[in-house]
């Protein structure tokens, strides 16, 4: 089973910085590509940023010169930093791992809250 958990939420102020983590663990897989998502209250989840194994990234408009992903292939980690945040970067903030192998599927974490307030 493959099992994705996100980390380094919380509270900032505008234009402030947050970096976030996602790990991804289990077994005979491979991760084709990683996304971060998220979800304000009362809106859609949307696709903020991902970046395939390699390397190609794409972003949202609303994030484009703030955020940046990255990723480490051999620690199924990926990264999301976050600068210049806004009151409207307000979200719960997901992990989505796409792999293949035994374990071929998409994974999700359980979230992270990011809040930016003064």
């Given at each position: 089973q493959v099992q994705v958990v996100e980390s380094g939420g919380?509270?900032?102020q505008p234009g402030g910085s947050l970096r976030l983590s996602c790990v991804v663990s289990g077994s005979d897989f491979t991760i084709d590509i990683t996304g971060w998502y998220r979800q304000a209250p009362g809106k859609q989840r949307e696709l903020v940023a991902?970046?395939?194994?390699?390397?190609?990234?794409n972003y949202?408009?609303?994030v484009k010169g703030r955020f940046t992903i990255s990723r480490d292939n051999a620690k199924n980690t990926a990264s999301l930093q976050m600068n210049s945040l806004k009151p409207e970067d307000t979200a719960v903030y997901?992990?989505?791992?796409?792999?293949?192998?035994?374990?071929?599927?998409?994974?999700?974490?359980q979230g992270t809250q990011v809040t930016v307030a003064s």
């Open positions: 919380g509270l900032a991902y970046i395939t194994r390699n390397g190609r990234t949202v408009d609303s997901y992990c989505k791992a796409g792999v293949r192998g035994l374990q071929n599927g998409e994974y999700w974490g």
